[in-house]
């Protein structure tokens, strides 16, 4: 069957097996040629460009910035196209492959290995390949969100396996944390014999636009006993006598006044306020601020960010809501742990380059939804928020667009019946454990629930995996995938007999309302 034939198939029924006499895989390519020789004949390549990394201690010996030429509509090649980015780490023909399907764009700080914690584990080659319509992968004259869908962006992963299984005839693993594993589960959804393990780090499956048990998830579970408790005391704490002129949210209002001033100095080119001192600001920000603590955060990094409810309400209020911009303009007064900004956060809030997530969120992900109902007494009930994506005005027309089918018909029906190696991992302490699977095949498919993990896929880091949990993940990986020494070298790497390599955490950006 063409490439194009395939292609053209992208919608039809999804099938749960995974045989592998539908992906047979061919002989090692055995030549002293260069890797990136060798995609020079790749038909959809359309640039190649070596690049080399600040630092490399896992083995790779070439590396290559490609360019694939990826229709707009893949059932449809003459709408035009699009150019579709990704970073290739090359160590062996022998050697398995792993995909880290991004669920994102691709900055440079991912040349560096960025998200390589599972292919370093295996000796494997890597490549990171950025979502269609983030960073690069766009015509930037032709932003079409008709065809940013997970079917088109799981056909875009399909046509680059496809043209580099015949070059890496290894097995191939899958791997994603966050959205980024969404973007493999679903790619393995439509194309369910292309790779032979799929990985998912702390992905949440969302069905609908206000999706609750993400928010009672922070509220019952997250974190432990004491620090639930601490939760709900800041909660009743600065939510309580609203209507009282002495109450906390006025010495919000008047702190929000005070640094908008000092800042204003700093910053006279600013026409906009720092702070929002709107009662809706000061209600929302606080699941966000919790939220974001419990998923980024281990129990000795909590400790330090979040405050008592003994303290002071100033002192209180300053690290929930005030913290992260005054310590960005060397105005925090605290012995703060938090270093200031990144030039390149701050780009992301300016340009807001990760808009084509909400835009998804609006048509097929769906969105997390805060708990306010053991707070009704205080503060009534909350109203649904008409805009939960935070899109522009142009394009809240998408909302009438929404479809939880597919996800719905994954969390329903694919995974409780799927033939397909699957591993799920996802964080107790994190909020976005409650949007994880609920039913799976557990003949093929694993779900482990870690105690110390966060949101990400640092296996190599103690302080999120404890060595039994990274030892389950490899042995896993082990059964499928023929990796030289697979079981021994995850069980002397999990005691520390081999070496490691440390991995920046993922960020799954929220909402910022």
């Not at 966050?178 to 679903?186: A, Q, V």
Request: charged fraction near 20%; include cysteine; charge should be negative.
């Amino acid at each position: 069957m063409t490439l194009a034939a395939v292609l053209c198939c992208m919608t039809s029924t999804v099938l749960t097996s995974c045989s592998v006499e539908d992906n047979p895989a061919p002989q090692p390519v055995i030549s002293t040629t260069p890797f990136g020789d060798l995609l020079k004949g790749v038909d959809n390549i359309e640039s190649i460009k070596t690049f080399t990394p600040t630092w490399n201690n896992v083995g790779f010996t070439e590396f290559y910035e490609v360019f694939f030429r990826q229709p707009i509509d893949h059932n449809n090649p003459s709408v035009g196209t699009i150019k579709q980015k990704a970073f290739l780490f090359f160590k062996g023909f022998d050697r398995p492959t792993v995909m880290y399907t991004s669920g994102y764009g691709l900055s440079d700080a991912w040349k560096n290995y960025t998200h390589l914690d599972i292919a370093a584990n295996m000796d494997a080659n890597l490549i990171i390949v950025e979502h269609r319509y983030f960073g690069d992968s766009k015509n930037l004259d032709d932003t079409r969100w008709d065809y940013l869908t997970i079917e088109q962006a799981a056909a875009d992963h399909h046509a680059i396996f496809q043209s580099l299984k015949p070059l890496l005839p290894k097995e191939w693993v899958s791997t994603g944390t966050s959205k980024d594993g969404m973007t493999s589960l679903f790619y393995r959804y439509f194309y369910p014999n292309d790779m032979t393990v799929t990985t998912v780090f702390c992905s949440p499956f969302m069905t609908s636009l206000y999706y609750k048990p993400i928010g009672t998830y922070l509220e019952e579970e997250s974190g432990s006993d004491a620090e639930r408790e601490n939760m709900h005391a800041i909660y009743n704490k600065l939510l309580e006598n609203l209507e009282n002129e002495n109450n906390i949210y006025n010495t919000y209002v008047q702190m929000c006044e005070k640094y908008n001033a000092q800042l204003q100095e700093l910053h006279p080119e600013q026409t906009y306020p720092w702070f929002d001192s709107s009662l809706s600001t000061y209600v929302f920000s606080l699941p966000n601020f919790f939220f974001s603590q419990f998923s980024y955060n281990t129990a000795k990094e909590r400790a330090l960010n979040i405050p008592s409810a003994d303290a002071e309400p100033e002192v209180i209020l300053d690290y929930i809501y005030f913290r992260n911009i005054l310590t960005q303009n060397g105005l925090w007064k605290y012995n703060s742990p938090l270093a200031p900004a990144a030039e390149e956060e701050d780009y992301y809030w300016k340009t807001w380059t990760d808009y084509p997530y909400y835009i998804q969120t609006a048509k097929q992900l769906g969105q997390l939804s805060y708990d306010f109902s053991r707070y009704v007494s205080l503060i009534g009930e909350v109203p649904q928020n008409s805009n939960p994506s935070g899109l522009f005005e142009q394009d809240l027309w998408l909302y009438d667009t929404y479809d939880n089918s597919r996800i719905k018909d994954i969390r329903e029906n694919f995974l409780p019946t799927t033939e397909c190696p699957i591993l799920f991992y996802y964080a107790k302490s994190d909020p976005w454990t409650g949007a994880r699977p609920d039913k799976i095949n557990e003949s093929n498919t694993m779900m482990l629930i870690g105690e110390r993990g966060v949101h990400n896929q640092d296996l190599n880091n103690p302080e999120h995996f404890s060595q039994d949990d990274k030892l389950q993940i490899m042995d896993f990986l082990a059964r499928y995938v023929n990796y030289e020494n697979a079981t021994t070298n995850a069980r002397r790497r999990a005691s520390a007999d081999l070496p490691t390599v440390s991995i920046e955490p993922d960020y799954f950006m929220i909402p910022k309302h």
